[in-house]
T-cell receptor, first 113, second 112 residues
């Protein structure tokens, strides 16, 4: 597609519920990144894929967070047993290669109540 | 650990004024630096990308400079317009990890 597509746009989850956030990167983009943005802050790195390989997951805040990209295109970020502190905007970005910049999606705003 | 700082945190200017946003980073081992714009409730829109070997990039009324050795970048906006009102974020791409490390942004308001 023309841009990075994320769904859902908004998600309200009850505390303890599992959620799955989807990212559809730009076709042909090898690298895919997930970021978490709290209100009033800059985005914070969560995890990074190159094709289907998850090369870095050092930013995932706990073992309740899990990301996958099984066929090297669409990626899913899953959060198990959601907590209130998980409320944030989750941004996905893709990049063709290191000489090109990141292109971000519009994000998924997760609110845990 | 790479840290990115943006000054000022907020800025309000009258329409037509030229302005400069500042970004500094602690580790000069970067691959490139990217300036983004974020409107309320929206994702990030890329404005300019400067490779580590470059000194500046221009797009329309925007000009970004990079001084890698001193760990600084500036975004210059000429003849500001109310439509420029947004949060401006700078981010450095680490050479070793490929991650983007963001500053906390500058909230710009251009008054008509």
């Amino acid at each position: 597609g023309a841009g990075v597509s994320q769904s859902p746009r908004y998600k309200v989850a009850k505390r303890g519920q599992d959620v799955a956030l989807r990212c559809d990167p730009i076709s042909g983009h090898v690298s895919l990144f997930w970021y978490q943005q709290a209100l009033g802050q800059g985005p914070e790195f969560l995890t990074y894929f190159q094709n289907e390989a998850q090369l870095d997951k050092s930013g995932l805040p706990s073992d309740r967070f899990f990301a996958e990209r099984p066929e090297g295109s669409v990626s899913t970020l899953k959060i198990q047993r959601t907590q209130q502190e998980d409320s944030a905007v989750y941004l996905c970005a893709s990049s063709l290669d290191r000489n090109n910049g990141y292109t971000f999606g519009s994000g998924t705003r997760l609110t845990v109540v | 650990k790479q840290e990115v700082t943006q000054i000022p945190a907020a800025l309000s200017v009258p329409e037509g004024e030229n302005l400069v946003l500042n970004c500094s980073f602690t580790d000069s081992a970067i691959y490139n630096l990217q300036w983004f714009r974020q409107d309320p409730g929206k994702g990030l829109t890329s404005l300019l990308l400067i490779q580590s070997s470059q000194r500046e990039q221009t797009s329309g009324r925007l000009n970004a400079s990079l001084d890698k050795s001193s760990g600084r970048s500036t975004l210059y906006i000429a003849a500001s317009q109310p439509g420029d009102s947004a949060t401006y974020l700078c981010a450095v791409r680490e050479g070793a990890t490929n991650k983007l490390i963001f500053g906390t942004g500058t909230l710009l308001a251009v008054q008509p």
